[in-house]
């Protein structure tokens, strides 16, 4: 029951003093004997006791005496009064001192453990009071800096919660840094002042103190004159950062008490606290500020909905919300499945399957969006869009996706544009040889005019004119299709077509620019080639382009190989086109692909550049290996039933 409980025994007569200190060892107390009221003042000051057995009468200085010390100095330590022949008087004495028990000798252990345990209780009372008493103050400074948003009133609470717990005459705030935003205050007649310095710290003198400031921190420590103090001055800092100094001034009759000082240090610490989540707290508001305006400005939309079955939208931006003809708080919480990008229902959820059906990320590289393109949505007609899709993931699991949908309208009518630009300059490029061969049929239909026209003609060999004249008649209708369906504007729409037979084509409309350089075409093309999603029109165009650098690079003959296979695996048809001609230089190499870039004299530098968007714009790309010696090779890779046919949709990861 007493493990620990420290108790001095006052006593002059030896069996009494021995007999309680015997007594409460044995209880496993720390027993402390004194015989005398001198001796025992002495001890006071040297230890701290929790309990004193004061005898009343004592030839030195009687116990009143000694508890009237006790009293004055030590008010924290309970005392029993033990005496033989106890009074009325020094019995109301003792009690207007403050003693807490008294017992009559003689007396038996039993009594005297009874009067301990009930002293013991009330001091733990009286501890756990004073406990509750300590911490309202604290919970009412919790409660401030949970409830308080503004610096300035919540720096005012908590000095008007100092000065009440200390009957302060004046308390003040210096924050040091203007990321706290408060006014600076000048009231003579309040207690509180709260001001901010931006410069070093430079506190007035205070004329009401007769003594300099004190200051409580981590590096300097307390000192032994703290209760002296009439000013104390602390650093409010969160690790190696300034942010202030609580500055107190005691009233002119009072000192700080050890209490005060302690409660102080708690409440300045929990008012570092406080201020720096404050700030913390207006920064990250700033910063959501800062978000969604950017959010809801950029030019392309933006959603963001649950990894789940039901794929409810949980952001969305007002780019994106405009264009559904709603707002961001209507869209919020429906599902991605009622954002349909075509006519057949496809969603944004659909688009997200790949994703949902591995939700776990097994390696960061696998991070990849997914992308495709497509026009026309019921809530945007005649326009056309990219979407990409990325995945989000926290602790390696798939929370959320996130959608980036991008109006291509107008980079769509810019490229077709260019497209047909470039289709014009082709067929200028090819006037000459496409003269030639309109040419030669016209010859061979005036020369069968005029054998027509002989009177001794056999009706045998009129027939083989007619005959050859509807030949050559059938040979320029045939060329002047394929040049105007070349040269008239690409069909938007695609269809599943035979690379190898698109390829045969386009050899068609260069033949005699082939022939006329003295180049040799061959081939090596796979039989049964997959075919591909694509516009034919555009994939002739591709491979245009590629023909017509590769003649330019030979200007006295070569050799031209085409080639055609496909990648089972990466499910890409792959179309080669490969010259022995001039080459290009390493320093032009990674330019080939740059709008408007040629190293001819009358090049418009599109070619190449509306090559690659034509094929990424598939879902494909194309991969160039060339050599100065040894001329150029162009692989054109397209993907194979990648692509669904939704009324323009396309996609590809």
Not at 77 to 98: F, N, P
Not at 483 to 500: C, I, Q, W, Y
Not at 575 to 583: A, E, P, Q, Y
């Amino acid at each position: 029951m007493l493990t620990n409980y420290k108790i001095l025994v006052v006593d002059d007569e030896y069996v009494v003093r021995g007999f309680c200190a015997e007594l409460l060892r044995l209880e496993g107390a720390q027993v402390t004997a004194a015989s005398g009221g001198y001796e025992a003042l002495s001890l006071l000051g040297q230890h701290d006791f929790e309990l004193i057995l004061l005898d009343l009468s004592m030839p030195d200085i009687n116990g009143l005496q000694v508890l009237e010390q006790v009293s004055a100095y030590y008010p924290h330590v309970s005392v029993i009064m033990m005496t033989g022949y106890g009074t009325l008087e020094a019995a109301i004495t003792a009690q207007d001192l403050g003693v807490e028990g008294f017992i009559l000798k003689p007396f038996d252990d039993k009594q005297l453990l009874s009067i301990i345990g009930r002293i013991i209780e009330r001091q733990q009372l009286r501890q756990n009071y004073a406990r509750l008493q300590a911490h309202m103050p604290l919970l009412a400074l919790s409660h401030r800096l949970m409830v308080e948003q503004d610096v300035k009133k919540l720096a005012q609470s908590v000095l008007l919660i100092i000065q009440r717990e200390i009957k302060m005459k004046s308390a003040s705030l210096w924050l040091l840094s203007s990321q706290f935003d408060v006014d600076h205050l000048n009231s003579d007649q309040s207690f509180v002042r709260l001001a901010m310095l931006g410069q070093p710290l430079n506190i007035p003198p205070n004329h009401d103190t007769i003594s300099a400031w004190v200051i409580l921190d981590s590096e300097n420590g307390g000192t032994t004159e703290l209760q002296n103090a009439k000013t104390l001055h602390f650093r409010l800092h969160i690790e190696e950062r300034q942010i202030g100094w609580l500055c107190l001034s005691h009233q002119k009759t009072g000192l700080f008490t050890q209490r005060d000082i302690e409660f102080l240090r708690i409440m300045s610490t929990h008012l570092t606290v406080g201020l720096e989540n404050r700030n913390l707290y207006h920064t990250i508001n700033l910063a959501r500020q800062e978000w969604e305006t950017i959010f809801n400005t950029i030019h392309d939309g933006i959603l963001v909905h649950n990894a789940n079955k039901k794929g409810l939208i949980t952001h969305v931006n007002q780019t994106l919300a405009t264009w559904l003809d709603q707002t961001s708080k209507q869209l919020l919480h429906q599902s991605a499945k009622t954002i349909t990008v075509d006519a057949d229902g496809c969603s944004l959820l659909d688009i997200a399957a790949p994703l949902l059906a591995d939700p776990i990320l097994v390696d960061q590289t696998t991070i990849a969006p997914l992308s495709l393109e497509f026009s026309s949505p019921s809530w945007a007609k005649n326009q056309s869009f990219r979407i990409r899709t990325y995945p989000l993931y926290q602790d390696r699991k798939l929370v959320e996706i996130v959608h980036i949908i991008e109006d291509i309208t107008q980079a769509v009518r810019v490229q077709s544009q260019m497209v047909q630009t470039e289709k014009l300059s082709a067929l200028g490029r090819l006037s000459a040889s496409l003269a030639h061969e309109i040419n030669n049929p016209l010859q061979s239909l005036q020369s069968g005019l005029r054998l027509l026209a002989r009177p001794n003609l056999t009706t045998k060999k009129r027939e083989q004119y007619v005959d050859m004249m509807r030949k050559e008649v059938e040979r320029l209708v045939k060329l002047t299709g394929q040049t105007l369906d070349f040269a008239r504007p690409s069909r938007v729409g695609k269809e599943h077509v035979d690379l190898n037979q698109l390829l045969q084509e386009t050899l068609a409309l260069v033949k005699k620019q082939v022939q006329r350089y003295n180049i040799t075409c061959s081939f090596m093309l796979f039989d049964n080639l997959p075919a591909v999603y694509a516009v034919p029109g555009q994939i002739k165009q591709v491979f245009l382009n590629l023909i017509l650098n590769a003649v330019d690079a030979m200007p006295h003959g070569g050799v031209l190989e085409f080639s055609t296979h496909y990648t089972s695996y990466h499910k890409y048809a792959v179309v080669g086109i490969t010259d022995n001609g001039l080459g290009i230089s390493p320093q032009n190499q990674n330019r080939i692909s740059e709008p408007f870039f040629t190293t001819k004299e009358n090049g418009t530098g599109l070619g190449l550049s509306i090559s690659y968007s034509i094929v990424e714009a598939h879902g494909g790309y194309i991969e160039a290996q060339t050599d100065p010696d040894k001329g150029s090779r162009f692989l054109i890779y397209l993907p194979i039933d990648l692509e669904e046919k939704h009324n323009g949709l396309t996609g590809h990861e």
